[in-house]
C-alpha cells in the first residue's frame, strides 16, 4: 500500500496546475534555464573588410599550412590545389614559394597513411621543376629510405614510385650524396627480403617478410624495375655524353671540363668538412669507379643470390628480375675489380 | 599529433607483434629487425637534419621505433651497437627540441638498455645528470630525477657499489662547489638527501656533501642542507620502521588458505613467494645492525663548519637568509656547538640582541641559547646572558606564558652548565614557585629541583629540601667545577664481578674438592656461554662493548645505532652518568674546596665528612682496582653483558621502593629515555609550561575528551558481530558452537529422540565418554 499511495502522491503533483497570482510575475517551469547573461563589453571578432577573395600567394600559403590538418581528405584535397597552382602557373613564372620551403612541409607525407595523400603527393612532385630538386636530393632521399623499410606495404609501394621520380629528376646527383648509395642500396636488399650476408641459413628456411607484403607481385614487381632504374643511375657509364662535349674545345685545350669548377651546388660536399665523421656507409661515392668497388663487395652477391630466385618465378617478377641483371651486366662490364 | 590508424593499417604496421615474434626466434626475424632498424636509423637523420621542426607523422612514429629497438636490443648486439650512443647523442644535444613524449621514450629507453646490461650504470647517470640540471621541462626533470634515484638504487641493492658511489658523489661536490651562486645544487642536495634517507649513503663523503650545501650562496640550497642535519636523520629512522614493519605476512593464513582454495599454480607460486619473503625477513632479522653514524658525527671538522655557518649566515650583514631560515641555521649551529662542545665565543654575544619578549619567535632563539650551552663555555659569557633572560621574561609584569618560557630556558641552561647562574639570582628565581600561575610555578619548581641536585649548597637552607640537605650533611652532594670531567667506566661491572664469584664458588662446592679454584669461568663461558638467547632479551647489540672503555661521552659522540640499540646505549648513558656521581662523591675527600657563599654552615657537615673519610677511601680503593682487573682482563661477551643488564635492573632503586612509587619512578626513567643526548632541544619544549598558564574553554576540553574516542562510537556493534568481525581478520569462518547453534532443528531432532531411547548402559557409557573427552581436551585432544 505504501507504495502505491506514494506513487499516487507523485502522480498527483505531476497534473497540479501552478497557482497564477495576479500583479506577480508566471512562476517559472522546472526546467527552466537561465540564459540570460551580464557582460561589461560585446566584442566582435576582427573581420574581414576586404571585399575581394584573398589573393593566389595566401591561398597558396594556407593551403600549404593545411598539409598538417588531421583530415586525409583535406590533406589531399590541399596537395590537388597545390599541385594545380604549380602546374598553372605562366611559364618561366618562379614558384609561389621556393622549393626549400615546400620540400620540408611535403616530406613527411611520404609516409602518410592514406593512400589519396600520397599518391596526389607525387603529383605535386612531378609537377615541380627538376633542376630545383637535385639540391634537396640528400633530404629526398632520406625520406624515401625511410618510407622504404616502413612497415605498410603500400608505403612501401608508393616510395617505390617516389624513388623512381627522384632517380628521373637528378639520379646522377641521388646516387652520389652522402649515403645515397649504400644505405640506399642496403635499404632496397633488406625491402625485398633478401639476406645480406651469406649466412648459415638454412635452405628450407621460409623468406620472413615484414608486414603486409601486398599479395600482388606487383608490388614485388615494380621494386625490381626500380632496383634496376637505380642501378642503371649509380652503374651506367656517361663518359661518352661527356666525352662528346669536350671534343668542342679547340687544340690547346684539352679536357677543360676536368678543370673548371664544378656546376653543382655544395661542390666541397665531399670533403665533409662540418658534418659528423662519416662511416663506410655514408660516405659520399662520387665517382662511378668507387660505386663499382663497393657494390661488388658488398651488394653483388646478395643481389644476383635475390635474382636468381625472383627469376624463377617468371612473370613480370622474371621480366623486372632480368632486367635487373642487365642493368648490372652492362654497369660492371668494364669493372676488373682492382681499382 | 596522433590520428586515427584503420584496422587494416594497424595490422600492418604492429610493431609490437614484430617485436614479439623477434624476442621468441631472432635469428629468423633478422632481416625483419634490421629493416626496422634502417626504418629507425632514416628517422633518425631526418630528426638530426632539423631537430626543432620535425613532427611525428606516418603510421610508425619515431617513438615507438625507438622503443621497440632498445626492447630487442639485446637480441643483435652487433647491429645495435651503435644504438645506445645514438641516443645519448640525441638526447643531451636536443633534448629542448624534443617533443616530451619523445623525450621520455629517450630517457625510458636508456633505462631499459641498462636493465638489459647493455649500458652500465656510470653511462647512464653521466648522461642523465647533466639532463637533470640543465633541462627546462618540469616532468622531465621529475622523470629523470627518479630514474637517477631508482637506477642508484638498484646498482647499491645487492652490495654497495663504492665506486659509482664516490664517482657520483664527485660530481655532486662539484656541481655544489663550481659554482656556489647557482640554484643548480638543489639537486644534489635532493639526491643526497633521499639516498641518506633509503640507508644507501652512510658514510661521511655525502655528508660532506651537505655541508657543501650548507655554505652555498643560494638560500635555497643552504637551507636543504640545514635542514638535512636538522632532521636528516630522524627522517632515515622513521623510514626504516615503516619498511619494518609494513606488510607482515600472515603464513598461518595463507597456508590456511592454500587448504581449502582450489590448487594452482598461480596460488602455489603465491605460497613459494610469502615463504621466501618472510625467510627473508626473518634473516635481515637476524642480521646485526648496520652501524649508521647520525650526520652530526660523520662531520670531519665541526669546529670549523660551525664557525663557517657562523659567520657566512648569522654574523654576516649580507646574508639574504630571512629569519625563519637564519633561525634554522642558527638551530644547526647551536647543535654542533651543543654536541661537539665546541667554542665559538661570537654566537653568545649574537643572542644578546635577540632576547626580548618582543622578537619575533624568541622561543626558538631561547631553544638554540640553550641548545648551544655545554660544559665547556665559560660561566662568565653565559652569566650576563641569563641575567638578562631573567630580566627581561621573568617579573611580575610579564604574561605568564613569557615568564615560564623564560624560567625554562634559564633552567635548561643550567642543566648544561650549572655554574652560570649566581646566588642571588637563583634566590629570586626560585621565589617564583610561589606564583598564582601554574605554567610559572612549575618552571620554577623545575629549577628549584634541578639545583638540589647539582647545587643544593646554592640555594636556601630552607629550599634544599630533605634530601639534598641530607646529602650536603654526608658529604654526597658536591658541586661540580669548571672544566671538571668525570671518569668514565661500565656501570655495574663490579656487580657482574661478584655475580662471576659466586658463580665460581657455587660451582666448585657442587663438583666437589677435586677440582682447583681458579679462574675457570673461561671454560665455562667458551662452551655455550658466548651467546645469550637473544629471544630472552630483545635488546642487545654484540658492537656496545665498543664503547666499554671509553669515556662515556666519546662513546656517544661516536655513534649511534637504529632505534632499538639507541634505547640500550642511552640506559647506559644514563646510568653511567649517575655512576659518575657517585664515584666523585666518594673522592671527594681529596679535595678540599668548599662553596664560598655558605662556608660557615657547612662547618659541621664537613666535621661529618672528615669522621667518614678513611672508611670511603678504603672502599674506594678496593672498587677502583676490582673494576680495572675486570674490564682490562677480560673481553666482555655478549652474555656478560646481558647479564650485566640483568644485575643493573636488580640492583636499582627502584626495585626498594614500594610498588606504587616504583611504577611511577620508572615512568619518569622511561620519560627520561626518551629523550637522547643527540636530540635537539625545540622551541615547544621552551614553551611548553606555558599550556598551563590559560585554562581551557570548555568547548576545548571536551574536542580534547572526545580526540580518542572517536573511532569507538562509529558504529555500535553487537559482542556477536564484533566476535564475528575478529575471527574474520584472522581467517577463520565459524565457531563449532555457531554452527551448533545455527543448526536446522530438524536436522537434531532423530539425535534427540535417539537419546531417550538409550539403554541406560548405554547412557552411561556416553557420560563416561564425555567426561573423558573433557579431560583429554575435547575430541581431538591436547596433542595437536
Redesign the interface.
Known sequence: MGSSAKKKKDKKKDFQKPKLKVGKARPKPANFTDTSFKSKAIVLNQQSLTTAAPSATSQFAHHISLL?S?TDSQRRDSLSYLTTAIATRPTNAPLPQPVSVLL?KL???T???SNGVRSQLLKLLRALPPRDIEDHIG?VI??I??G????????RSSTMDMLAWALDCAGDALVSCA?GWV?TL??LI??Q?W??ESSPQAWS?TK?????LGSDGKALAKSLTTLAAFLEAGLHDRRQEQGMQSMSWGWPLNHVEQHMISRRSNCFAYLNLFGPPPDEESQIYEDRGDRQRVFANRFRKPIELGLEAAKQGGGDVGRASARVQKAIKDGMKDFDGLN | MKRKVGALEKVDADLSSLQYKVRRDPTSYREDFLGQYEQYEAQRQIFMQAPASVTDTGIVSFRDLIDFVAHVADCYPIDTAQFPEDLIQLVSLHHEHLGSELREKVVGSLVLLRRKDIIDSPRLLQTLFPLLISTPSKSTRTLLYQKCLSDLRTSNAKTTNHRLNRTFQTVLSNLLTSDRTSPKGLWAVKITRELWKRQIWTESKAVEIMKEASLAENEKIVIGGVRFFLGGDKEREELDDESSDEDAIDMGKIKHQIGINKKTKKKARQMENAVATVKRKERKKKQPHPLNFSAFHLLHDPQGFAEDLFFKHLQNTKSRLNLDQKLLVLQLVSRLVGLHKLTIMNLYSYFIKYLTPRQPSVTSFLASLAQATHSLVPPDVLESLVKKIADEFVSEAVAPEVASAGLNTIREICVRQPLAMNYTLLQDLVDYRKSKDKGVMMAAKGLLGLYREIAPGMLRKRDRGKDATMGLRSGERKEQRFGEEAIGQIEGLELLEKWKEEENQRRIAAKGDDVEPGPSDDDVDDADGWEFDEDSDSDSGGWQNVSSDDDAKDADRIGRPLKKARHDRRTSVETEEDEEDEEEDQEEDQEEDQEDAEKDEEEQDQDADKENNPDQASEAARLETAVSSLATTRILTPADLAKLQELRLAASINNALPASQRRRAAAAHQAALQRHVDDPLTAAEIEGLASLSSKNTKEQRIAIAKAGKEDKDEVKKSTTARRKEKKQEQGKSTTNREKARKKNFLMTLGKAKGKQKKSLVDRGKVLKAHKERGKRGGKRGNKG
Open positions: 598538417t588531421r620540408p616530406f613527411p607525407l609516409l602518410d597513411i633530404n632520406l625520406w629510405r625511410a622504404v623499410t616502413n612497415l605498410a606495404a603500400e608505403i649515403g644505405k642496403k635499404a633488406i625491402m627480403g639476406p645480406m628456411s620472413t617478410t615484414f608486414g603486409k
